[in-house]
Each structure stands twice: as structure tokens, then as C-alpha cells.
């Protein structure tokens, strides 16, 4: 940051932000410098729009050296001030790529998440039922997990006012679902390990029996905030394969001909990237046990990387690296 104290931004920083790219400045086309400009300018201002009228600072004052929330612009200016000349429009291109979605945006798409959500469980239903307020006439229960320190659980579970899930003391379960399929994991492997003899056997088996009951004529929605790998959603899956694998196949005509629904699996996240959802759906694909037991992801916005990086950002920035 040496370098960046003294600088004089121009009061016109698209220009400002030119003249610091090498690349940029050598070209003869007047053309492509001006649709590099508008790329620029609009990409940043509308990141400059949402830091300015969002409800959340992300930085303090005395914590803001780069100005980012009073001055993108120039804020963009300075970090690229940072970097040698020949790295600059790399980094020029991280900045023009950024995803900030507000709070607003954020609710919004979780409502459409949710009404697709409500819809999906309607057709594998087959019944009618409230949307957003409630999920009335579906005979089977609604368990919602969160995948990590999800932000919009709680969000979630009010707006589609899921029973016994409004005080959270009277959740279901609790923590996260990873941590839930470890100790269960745990108790599946001292009951395979451990002679029937063993003074805790019993208590162990009553753990698995409680686990088979709980997941019985169950939707179980698999909650994440959003997904860019799909990495951390498949990783679960994978998992929850195991377990039905364990517990729930071999088992499945016994636990129908007693009059019982084997659970299923929503998959459920407001914002992903299409290259996620493809990581996802690829763990289906050719598995006929994930067929019967999961729905392909609920998503409330896609974001298109593949159209991002080829179409949005740049041709001007491939003839340039050309």
C-alpha cells in the first residue's frame, strides 16, 4: 500500500483505471478501448450501487483503507496500484467479476426458491398445500437440515412455517447435518466392531432404530446458503448414500409392506452457479438408489459462469491476452 497514499485519482476513474493496465493503454483500436470503458463502468458502478444502499458495511471506517464503501471507483484504483503492471489486468478481470448480492436480493431469491420448493413436493405429493404459509394437507413431515452455519435457516424455516421448527428448542435435530451423519457413522461402527454381549450395544442399536423411525415418511430438505463448487453438497450426498445404503435398502420392502414411506431428499440453495448444480446432479447420474431417494437441486438464481466468463467479461480480454 506504499504506493497508494499519495496517488491524485482523476475525477474520471475509468480512464484512471486504463492508464494502469499496460495492455490497455498500447491499443490502437478505439473501439475496443471504449467497450472496455462501458465494461468496465457499468460492472463497477452497479457493484458501487449495492455497497452504497445495502444495510450492511462490510468494513469500518478506520478499517476501510481502499474507501470501498463511499468510492468503488477509486477503491479499484488503489488495489490495482498494488500489483506489478504485468499482473494488473488479471486482477482487473477478479474485480469485474465480483458477485455482491444484497440482503433484498438475498430474501428475494429464497421466496422463489421456496415457491419452487413447494411446488417440487407438490407434485411427489400429489396434494394441494400452502405456500409460504405452511405446508398443510402433506401426510408426510418436513425435516429441514442445515449443510453449514447457514444465514437463511432460520429465514427458511419461518417463511415456510415448518412445524416444530419455529422455537428452535423444539427442532427436530440439531447442528449440522455433517456433524449429525458423523455420530451416527460412529454408532454404526461400534455396533459392527463390538460383540452383542457389550454392556452398550443395546443403547447403540436403540440409536439406530430411533434414526430409521425419525427419517420414516419424511421430506428431509438439505438447506446451504449457496454453492459455487457444488463440492460441499455433494460431499453430504455421497454420505447420505452410504447411510441409505446401510440402513434403508436392505430394509426397504420390509419397512413398505408395514405400511411405511422410505424418506426423500430436497436439495435446497437460493443462489448457485450452473457448474455446481452439473457437480450435483452429476452424483444422480447412472445411480438408481440417488434417483429414488433425492430431487435434483432447488435453486432460487442461477448464476452462469460458463456465459460470465465467455460472453459478459470478456472478448476484449481474450484479444488481449492474444
Known amino acids: 500500500m506504499s504506493n497508494v497514499k499519495n496517488i491524485n485519482i482523476s475525477e474520471q476513474p475509468i480512464s484512471q483505471i486504463s492508464d494502469l493496465i499496460p495492455e490497455i493503454k498500447i491499443l490502437k483500436n478505439t473501439l475496443m478501448k ?10 463497477i458502478s452497479k457493484i458501487e450501487y449495492k455497497l452504497k444502499n445495502s444495510l450492511y458495511i462490510p468494513y469500518t471506517t478506520a478499517e476501510d483503507k481502499l474507501n470501498l464503501n463511499k468510492d468503488f471507483y477509486n477503491a479499484v ?9 504485468d499482473k494488473r489486468l488479471g486482477f482487473l478481470l477478479i474485480a469485474l467479476s465480483i458477485i455482491y448480492v444484497t440482503e433484498k436480493e438475498m430474501d428475494t431469491f429464497l421466496e422463489i426458491a421456496i415457491e419452487k420448493l413447494c411446488q417440487a413436493i407438490k407434485e411427489k405429493e400429489g396434494k394441494t398445500f400452502g405456500i409460504l404459509k405452511g405446508i398443510e394437507g402433506v401426510k ?17 424455516i419461518h417463511k415456510m412455517g415448518i412445524e416444530s421448527t419455529l422455537d428452535r428448542n423444539r427442532r427436530p435435530f440439531r447442528g449440522q447435518l455433517g456433524e449429525y451423519l458423523y455420530d451416527i ?36 430438505i438439505l438447506v446451504e446458503d449457496y454453492t459455487f463448487s457444488g463440492r460441499t453438497i455433494k460431499s453430504d450426498i455421497q454420505k447420505l448414500l452410504d447411510l441409505i445404503k446401510i440402513v434403508f435398502e436392505p430394509f426397504k420392502k420390509s419397512i413398505e409392506t408395514q405400511g411405511y414411506k422410505l424418506p426423500y431428499f430436497f436439495i435446497f ?4 452457479t450452473d457448474s455446481a448444480l452439473k457437480e450435483i446432479n452429476s452424483t444422480f447420474s447412472g445411480n438408481t438408489i440417488a434417483g429414488s431417494y433425492f430431487h435434483s437441486p432447488t435453486t432460487g ?20 491476452k492474444d
Open 34 to 43: 471504449n467497450q472496455l470503458y462501458k465494461l468496465c463502468d457499468t460492472k
Open 77 to 85: 484504483c488503489k488495489w490495482l496500484l498494488q500489483f506489478p503492471e
Open 301 to 320: 438464481y442461477i448464476f452462469d459462469y460458463t456465459y460470465r466468463a465467455n460472453t459478459d467479461i470478456p472478448q476484449n480480454i481474450r484479444e488481449l
Open 140 to 156: 408426510h413431515k418436513i425435516i429441514p437440515f442445515p449443510l453449514s452455519d447457514s444465514g437463511i435457516y432460520d429465514k427458511f
Open 269 to 272: 440453495v437460493p443462489i448457485a
Open 185 to 220: 457413522f460412529q454408532n454404526l461402527r461400534q455396533l459392527a466392531e463390538t460383540d452383542k454381549k457389550y454392556i452398550y450395544w443395546e443403547m447403540w442399536l436403540a440409536k439406530i432404530k430411533e434414526l430409521i423411525r425419525s427419517f420414516l415418511n419424511s421430506y428431509i
